[in-house]
T-cell receptor, first 113, second 112 residues
Framework: QKEVEQDPGPLSVPEGAIVSLNCTYSNSAFQYFMWYRQYSRKGPELLMYTYSSGNKEDGRFTAQVDKSSKYISLFIRDSQPSDSATYLCAMITSGAGSYQLTFGKGTKLSVIP | DTEVTQTPKHLVMGMTNKKSLKCEQHMGHRAMYWYKQKAKKPPELMFVYSYEKLSINESVPSRFSPECPNSSLLNLHLHALQPEDSALYLC???????????FGPGTRLTVL
């Protein structure tokens, strides 16, 4: 079993839809939970991160963490064609002055106008 | 300056060549990272430098040799690569004590 599981999709939704992206994890040592967005042939861009169970909102994006179920989600409201990208969840452990990211496989999202 | 820059954007090299990838950041971050990303796969950690010292090497073959000349620069020296090493090589940096890693745009490497 991989440490981080993420459905690779692809996921195709109409413009304006609410999108739900999810990851599960098995390692209880993960301390931080992040969502990155990656456009084709570009580097990942950090969207949000959190370290506790609960919700965190930033504009149209809401990150949700449930540590008891080892489950995280990213919700995108009023999705736009510009949201079309691959979304990567990432979990973090720390040590030796740095943080190690373990990525999920990524979910490819297409928002259709 | 809030970005990580990487040069070159694209690199094509033969299996006998020696080349280097360069990464630079001026955000005062003291941790810098090299990742490798194959098509349709997530990034995989290769090396971590913390305060200019190599702290993590994820069992990367010796044909990849990292170097951190100062706190702003990170190099990846390449020698005798194989075609399966063709990938997007990403550099990232993070502030000491925070988990946020900021990625550069990557260097797309093709080994012939």
């Amino acid at each position: 079993q991989k440490e981080v599981e993420q459905d690779p999709g692809p996921l195709s939704v109409p413009e304006g839809a609410i999108v739900s992206l999810n990851c599960t994890y098995s390692n209880s040592a993960f301390q931080y939970f992040m969502w990155y967005r990656q456009y084709s042939r570009k580097g990942p861009e950090l969207l949000m991160y959190t370290y506790s169970s609960g919700n965190k909102e930033d504009g149209r994006f809401t990150a949700q963490v449930d540590k008891s179920s080892k489950y995280i989600s990213l919700f995108i409201r009023d999705s736009q064609p510009s949201d079309s990208a691959t979304y990567l969840c990432a979990m973090i452990t720390s040590g030796a002055g740095s943080y190690q990211l373990t990525f999920g496989k990524g979910t490819k999202l297409s928002v259709i106008p | 300056d809030t970005e990580v820059t990487q040069t070159p954007k694209h690199l094509v090299m033969g299996m006998t060549n020696k080349k280097s990838l360069k990464c630079e950041q001026h955000m005062g971050h003291r941790a810098m990272y090299w990742y490798k990303q194959k098509a349709k796969k997530p990034p995989e950690l290769m090396f971590v430098y913390s305060y200019e010292k190599l702290s993590i090497n994820e069992s990367v073959p010796s044909r990849f040799s990292p170097e951190c000349p100062n706190s702003s620069l990170l190099n990846l020296h390449l020698h005798a690569l194989q075609p399966e090493d063709s990938a997007l090589y990403l550099c990232a940096s993070s502030q000491s004590g925070t988990p946020e890693q900021f990625f550069g745009p990557g260097t797309r490497l093709t080994v012939l």
